[in-house]
């Protein structure tokens, strides 16, 4: 968790409906990362695939979230071993598509540097393969319940385990999600639950806590239990929240908000594993100021003047910076012709770079030329 350290986030909600892709495809042009939400119910589907790979061709950093974990315990009325693997199984899918993304990017690349007849960057993609994958000790997965506003990342139970057990937290967190388990004999962590008939340690530590919540307030009540679980997660619940009003899912919410809040966990996730601004691989600056299948060095020696600007996200001696997402056609009489204002200022005679080609606009007689570079993908004059 980030203590005492201020975060400013924008947050884009895009639709997830294949109907809206092009909505999907306007917010990735605006983020510097994105948040990628798995229904565990459903599982990977059409509209996943087609964001993982918009989110690859915009050359953004993702994370992970897997959500309505509640449905496999209320609805489907799985145990924790059949919900880990479910779980697994999404994780695994969605790692498999990574991995065809990553491989054609690689070989993309490697096409287009020797007909171009640059040096290979393949030494760079190795070391950006381990950021194309989720990997939950890593920390780029979420698990959560929106619904019931709570989430967590392998490292949040990490911090628990390790002191209550004394065992080194990178130890644990590395086994946390995989074939291991916990010998309360040796006090160790140790490998082959599977063939061993034990737990993994993912359901012995994080799981059956989470359904012993669902079980003893929801599932089939019990109050004097489920008493002793908040006792024992020393949680300040009340008790007017535990009586809710006999709405036993508001006394889960409840529960679980105090214990795992899901908007710490996002943002935690956030602020840890997705680049701000100012930290964008010099890659994605470059696809951003280029047209679809356009290389960089082709752009006008103006337009590759501004890369430095871009990378260093510095408003020091630098020009303003535009970047237009998209664009609705509009009959030219519609719109206004009066004299518009900026900033206090009215602005005459400025000058539009648009991919490198230069544009003057006239908005009034009385008025100072102002720098604006606009940086456009679509837009041809």
């Known amino acids: ?93 969605i790692n498999a598509i990574a991995g065809q993304l990553f491989v054609s990017k690689v070989i993309g690349d490697q096409e287009r540097e020797e007909r171009e007849d640059r040096p ?62 916990f010998s309360a004999k040796t006090k160790r962590v140790l490998p082959n639950a599977a063939a061993k008939g034990r737990q993994p340690l993912f359901v012995q530590m994080i799981l059956d806590n989470v359904l012993a919540i669902y079980d003893s307030a929801l599932l089939n009540p019990d109050d004097a239990h489920m008493l002793k679980i908040i006792h024992s997660l020393k949680l300040n619940v009340t008790p007017k929240e535990l009586r809710s009003g006999g709405d036993r899912r ?25 680049p701000p601004p100012s930290s964008l691989p010099e890659q994605r600056l470059r696809q951003m100021m280029c047209k679809s299948g356009q290389n960089f060095d082709t752009l006008p020696e103006a337009s590759k003047n501004m890369l430095p600007y871009l990378l260093h996200c510095s408003a020091k001696n630098a020009p303003t910076v535009v970047f237009i997402s998209k664009l609705f056609a509009v009959d030219t009489g519609l719109l206004c012709r009066r004299s518009k204002e900026m900033a206090d200022d009215r602005v005459n005679g400025v000058r539009l770079l648009v991919n490198g080609m230069s544009k003057k606009l006239r908005f009034a007689d009385d008025a100072t030329n102002v720098p604006l570079v606009l940086l456009a993908s679509y837009i041809t004059v």
Not at 60 to 86: G, Q, S, V
Not at 135 to 142: A, D, L, Q, T, Y
Not at 154 to 181: E, H, N, P, Q, T
């Open 250 to 274: 508001a006394l889960v919410k409840c529960i679980f908000g105090r214990w795992l809040p899901l908007a710490v966990a996002v943002l935690d996730t956030v602020c840890d594993t997705l």
């Open 1 to 93: 968790m980030f203590i005492d350290v201020e975060y400013l986030v924008n947050l884009i909600d895009s639709p997830g409906h294949l109907d809206f892709y092009g909505e999907v495809s306007t917010a990735t042009c605006l983020s510097d990362g994105a948040i990628l939400v798995i229904d565990v119910v459903e599982g990977v589907c059409a509209q996943t695939n087609s964001a993982l790979r918009l989110v690859w061709k915009e050359a953004i950093r993702p994370c992970l979230l897997l959500n309505k974990i509640d449905r496999l315990f209320t609805e489907l009325k799985m145990t924790p071993m059949e919900a880990y693997k479910r779980l697994q199984f999404i994780v695994e899918q």
């Open 120 to 181: 290979s960057s393949f030494s760079d993609s190795d070391q950006n393969e381990e950021s194309s994958y989720f990997i939950p000790e890593r920390g780029n997965v979420v698990f959560a319940s929106a619904l019931d506003g709570w989430g967590f990342r392998i490292d949040d139970f990490v911090k628990i385990w390790a002191s209550k057990l004394s065992i080194d937290a990178s130890v644990l967190r590395k086994a946390m999600w995989g074939d291991f388990y």
